[in-house]
């Protein structure tokens, strides 16, 4: 499946590069991999999360994928959210996947306060960059502080691990529950189609909200 993939590809080529954001940073097979268990170690620990969609309204950065699969390792599911939505549409989202936690950008912050202060459950926030929102943790703490070692967490092909939405051209967007195993087969062929080989890297421009860019 997806999460064995990369677990070879840290074994196989582990300095090697796996992803390059629209910011030229790049991320190696072995930061994936191991900041990846820290973030899963991290939902672990809040036994209110485990099993619980878990939204991330990010940019296009590195951080994404590490987030994204350590969720994912968690026994979670991850719900990636247009950050570009209105305070409106994030509310939508946060409230029809019943989301108790937030990855985000510093630069989203105001958005995401407005969305936390209109839903009537508590929502625990991670960011990247400094956050003066309540119930905050920067996700460097997290990378500092919890275990590089890869949780055992049995999860299954047919287990749901994300929720993607729809573009919401014909009204409200809907999620989509997607399987562990739709999302690897998925993969498989997006590498098939474009003739991938493993001197190829991802170079993270298409949005990360948007399923096809993802399987790419």
Avoid at 10 to 25: L, M, P, T, V
Avoid at 114 to 131: A, M, P, R, W
């Amino acid at each position: 499946c997806m999460i064995e993939q990369v677990k070879i590809n840290y074994q196989r080529k582990n300095s090697g590069i796996a992803i390059e954001d629209c910011f030229g940073r790049k991320l190696t097979w072995e930061d994936l991999y191991l900041k990846s268990n820290c973030i899963a170690n991290c939902i672990l620990k809040s036994q209110n999360l485990r099993k619980e969609p878990i939204a991330i309204c990010l940019d296009n950065c590195v951080e994404w994928f590490v987030i994204f699969l350590g969720v994912i390792k968690a026994g979670s599911i991850a719900v990636p959210i247009n950050p570009n939505h209105t305070e409106k549409d994030m509310r939508h989202a946060i409230l029809s996947t019943g989301c108790k936690c937030i990855f985000f950008n510093e630069q989203f912050e105001d958005k995401i306060r407005v969305v936390c202060e209109n839903t009537n459950h508590d929502i625990k926030l991670f960011s990247l960059g400094n956050s003066n929102l309540p119930n905050n943790i920067s996700v460097g703490q997290v990378l500092d502080n919890y275990s590089v070692e890869e949780p055992y967490v049995q999860i299954f092909p047919e287990d749901v691990v994300c929720i993607y939405f729809s573009s919401g051209t014909t009204g409200a967007s809907k999620p989509v529950c997607i399987s562990l195993r739709s999302l690897t087969v998925a993969g498989k062929i997006e590498v098939k189609h474009h003739l991938q080989n493993e001197t190829d890297y991802f170079a993270c421009v298409a949005p990360l909200y948007h399923m096809g860019a993802l399987c790419h």
